[in-house]
Each structure stands twice: as structure tokens, then as C-alpha cells.
């Protein structure tokens, strides 16, 4: 039977994605990201699966490859605004206690910004970069964390250079947070973006855990520069 006769045009898979017309006032970048979403399967699979976010498959994968999300285990997750990585660590850490027979771990969500509800998850309003930010952290988790991970990327210049420092030393914050938090043998995940300034966050990395890793989700972007720095094995 012939593509004909079974309803298609003959022109493959293109029919199906999604065109937004150009409207007035938006610009065509505007237009782009638009279609681009709607077009994006794991944008599609976050709805279907309800994560609030495309960012939960990243983390997904990264643990998938990594372990570091197990029952029992004590989370921090900067900056983590909308939630879908706390959505996707309370099911694996076993925050709701679905697991019968496993240890119940504790997903603790910072941000600058309110952050709806999740269940299982501890959400506050926080800057990490507040002087007595660690100390509040350990006292909500009641002890120091196994994994501080972040997704945390600073506001867009637009100038790639620019951008890009701008996220190396928020992730360098992060990572030294991490070093006042973590528990020995612990694990630090961020995204970083490549662009050659990374070099001196991955030296200062290297003395503090036994392994560091980078990797490039399935689920980012094929035109993005982000990456995901994993550390594991954290001195102390």
C-alpha cells in the first residue's frame, strides 16, 4: 500500500512539526525559540511524564550514568527553579518513602525565588552566597548533604565570552558551597558552558574529589555549549 493510500503526504516525519508565524512586535529570535519548544520531544515527554521542565531529563541522565541519586541520600539543589530536578531526586532518593524496605533519603531545593510546592522535596528561599548560607543548609538537611547539584546559569549578555565567565564563576561558587556541605565521599554536579575558561574550575575540582567527570546529557540541546561537571568522592 502506498504512503498515498495511507493518509501521508509522502514528505516523512516534516509534516508533523510545528510552524508559529512571525506576529507583530515579536521578534524572529522570539519566533524561533517558540517553534523550537514546540517542536522539542522532550518538552513534550516533560508534559506527558509532569516534570516542569525539559531540565529533568538532563539530571536523568546524568544519574543514570553516575549513581549518585540513591536511596537514603541527603540533596541539595541550588538554584532550583522551576523543580524538575527535585522532582526527579525525590523519586530516586527515595524522599517519599514509595520504596518499601529502602532508606528514605531528603531533596532540599534553594532559589532566589519562591518556588511552588513539591511533594517530598523541602523548598526555601535562599541565596547561597549569603554568608551564613551553609550553616542554614546543614541544619534543614540535619547533617551535611551526599550530592549538591545546580542547573544555576547566569543572565544572558548575549556575548557568548562574557557569558560564559559569567557561568564559570557561578559555578565556582557553587562548588565552593559544596565544600562546606558536603559529607566525605560525596558527589557535586553543575552545568558548565565549554568556551576554555573551565580549566581552572576543573584543576580546583581534581583537588578536592578522587574523580571528575564531564558530560554532555542526551537531553541538552545538539547547538548548546552546556555541559554537566560531575564530581564524585569528595575528600572533605
Not at 94 to 104: T, V, Y
Not at 207 to 213: L, M, N, R, S
Request: proline share 3%.
Amino acid at each position: 500500500m502506498s504512503d498515498k493510500k495511507k493518509g501521508t503526504s509522502g514528505r516523512g516525519e516534516r509534516d508533523l512539526r510545528v510552524k508559529v508565524k512571525t506576529a507583530r512586535g515579536r521578534r524572529i529570535s522570539s519566533t524561533r525559540w517558540l517553534e523550537r519548544q514546540l517542536n522539542d520531544p522532550y518538552v513534550k515527554r516533560a508534559k506527558a511524564e509532569g516534570y516542569r521542565g525539559r531540565a529533568a531529563f538532563k539530571i536523568i541522565d546524568v544519574d543514570d550514568k553516575y549513581r549518585f541519586l540513591v536511596p537514603g541520600a541527603r540533596i541539595v539543589d541550588l538554584g532550583c527553579a522551576p523543580g524538575g530536578w527535585c522532582q526527579v531526586a525525590v523519586k530516586r532518593v527515595n524522599a517519599l518513602g514509595e520504596k518499601k524496605g529502602k532508606a528514605i533519603g531528603t531533596v532540599l531545593g534553594v532559589d532566589l525565588q519562591v518556588v511552588d510546592p513539591i511533594p517530598g522535596a523541602e523548598m526555601h528561599v535562599l541565596d547561597f552566597l549569603e554568608e551564613d548560607a551553609e550553616d542554614k543548609v546543614k541544619e534543614w538537611l540535619g547533617g551535611p548533604a551526599d550530592v549538591v547539584m545546580s542547573d544555576m546559569a547566569a543572565a544572558s549578555s548575549g556575548h557568548k565570552q562574557t557569558d560564559h565567565l559569567r557561568i564559570i564563576a557561578l559555578c565556582e561558587a557553587a562548588a565552593y558551597f559544596a565544600f562546606d556541605v558536603l559529607e566525605p565521599g560525596g558527589t557535586f554536579v553543575a552545568k558548565v558552558l565549554a568556551g576554555g575558561a573551565e580549566g581552572e574550575l576543573q584543576h580546583l575540582l581534581k583537588q578536592k574529589f578522587t574523580k571528575v567527570a564531564n558530560m554532555k546529557p542526551g537531553a541538552s540541546r545538539s547547538d548548546s555549549s552546556e555541559k554537566f561537571v560531575v564530581a564524585t568522592g569528595f575528600r572533605g
